[in-house]
């Protein structure tokens, strides 16, 4: 595979540049990433030329939305018709894989670009009013020196380098940045781009400081945030939730146009409930929003890609991302899987192995 480049340590401006380059001489007839809102803002964008395009922001460290859950919506739509260079954080690329492995997205013409993934911060954040020297401190993260004020999934995120990317943006030598090559493809963009870059790779010791670093980040917030042993204690976490879905809107894997959960077999749950209302003397409305995260979990603990978008979203402080975490990552062990991993790799509730789960029974 071809080598990789030396970007120079100026982040964010060595990125950017660095998209720009790409975008000149790799064949692209749009982007997707980050970019400037006319409200001063930061959203997803996908431009297909400069002239009137907003300011790009590649790898900005917030994630206003799931690229994922945009880019199910963008390729089943038909947006995605000539070769776009996307801009993601991993859990953005794991998500969109497993949306895709479920045959609610599509690969075809998308080259990604992805980062040893620093982390992003919440969305209060973001509206509260961005420093800009923020950005700067959060660019010196290749020491492996935890950034104070991530989202709580990030500081515990320890899936932080991109599976399937065809172009990497990783922490190299003495502070440098490099872009490396994931893929073929990528190593063909690498050599066009940057002909006479110096020469770089991903700096082992950075990775393994972050790694260090990220695992303790785990056991923190696991055990201050999300320590729920039973049933019991889901039940009283999610006694909290005043059921506006908005979790479910923001996750990558929940795609379902009709939910259950806002079907009319929901408002036939209140009609049921009349008899409860006689034994009990009083019921809740809306009904059903502890069964709505046990439904949830069921549906897609074994695809959780532990983004954190959905807890960014609670109006009530639910930690719902670290919950999902959990679960998620206690299921996928039994599985041995790892989400978005590998788009060949089959989904464990899709196929059948006949030596599995021996312990259960025959
Ligand atoms: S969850 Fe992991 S991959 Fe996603 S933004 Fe946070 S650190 Fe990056
Ligand atoms: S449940 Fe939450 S953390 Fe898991 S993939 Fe969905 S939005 Fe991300
Ligand atoms: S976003 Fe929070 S309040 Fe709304 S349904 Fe999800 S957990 Fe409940």
Known sequence: MARGADIGTEMPKALREAVQRLMETGGFEGTFTLARTPGGGVDYFLSTKEEGAPELLPLHPVMPNHAGRLLREMTLGGAMRGKVLVITRPCELRGFVEIVKRLQGC???LVFLSVVCGGVFPLSMVSAGWDGKRTEEYWAYPDGRPVQGLRPACQGCTEFIPYTADLVVAPSANGHW???AGSEEGGRLIERAFPSAPA???DPKA???MAVARKAGREEVLSHEADVKGLSDLVKVFGRCIGCHACSKACPICYCTLCTFESSRMEDRMEQSKGQLEVKGGIRAPAG??????GR???MAVSCVACGCCQDVCPVGIPVSLLFKKVGEAVQA???YVPGRDVKEALPINTFQPMEFKEVGE
């Open 297 to 299: 979990m069921g549906h």
């Open 200 to 202: 770089a790779e991903m």
């Open 207 to 209: 990775l393994e400081a």
């Open 334 to 336: 039994r599985f041995e």
């Open 289 to 294: 929003t502890v069964l709505f995260h046990i």
């Open 178 to 180: 490099a872009l490396t």
């Open 107 to 109: 690969l075809d013409n």
